[in-house]
């Protein structure tokens, strides 16, 4: 089971931490990864971890804002936005899978487990 919160209304340049509180060590055999959508668009991953290696990767529309992290002690993921955008806004989700890597962070259909989703909204 997976439970993000976080969520909420940040103005442009603002910052946001997610976090995502698992029943289980997230990073115990499952690849890790947060994923969002905006209304109307398709779901894209936003930032995936593998759980063999560490590997972490970004899309490009984050990279150097957004940063992923663990507290496997605390069985939660985070993700720590900086310096959003308009574009951010969405709903955000955490998922697992077993079988993933951080290379399926492209293929958000094929990971089996999801949150609720917590919502993003950057606005003046």
């Known amino acids: 089971q997976l439970v993000e919160s976080g969520g909420g209304l940040v103005e442009p340049g603002g910052s946001l931490r997610l976090s995502c509180a698992a029943s289980?060590?997230?990073?115990?055999?499952?690849?890790v990864g947060w994923f969002r959508q905006a209304a109307g668009k398709e779901r894209e991953g936003v930032s995936c971890?593998?759980?063999?290696?560490?590997?972490?990767y970004y899309a490009d529309s984050v990279k150097g804002r957004f940063t992923t992290s663990s507290d496997n002690a605390e069985n939660t993921i985070y993700l720590q936005m900086n310096n959003l955008r308009p574009e951010d806004t969405a709903v955000y989700y955490c998922?697992?899978?077993?079988?993933?890597?951080?290379?399926?962070?492209?293929?958000?259909?094929?990971?089996?487990?999801w949150g609720q989703g917590t919502q993003v909204t950057v606005s003046s």
């Open positions: 998922a697992t899978d077993p079988d993933a890597s951080s290379a399926d962070c492209h293929s958000w259909s094929m990971w089996d487990y």
């Open positions: 289980f060590s997230p990073l115990d055999g499952h690849a």
């Open positions: 971890i593998s759980s063999s290696d560490g590997s972490t």
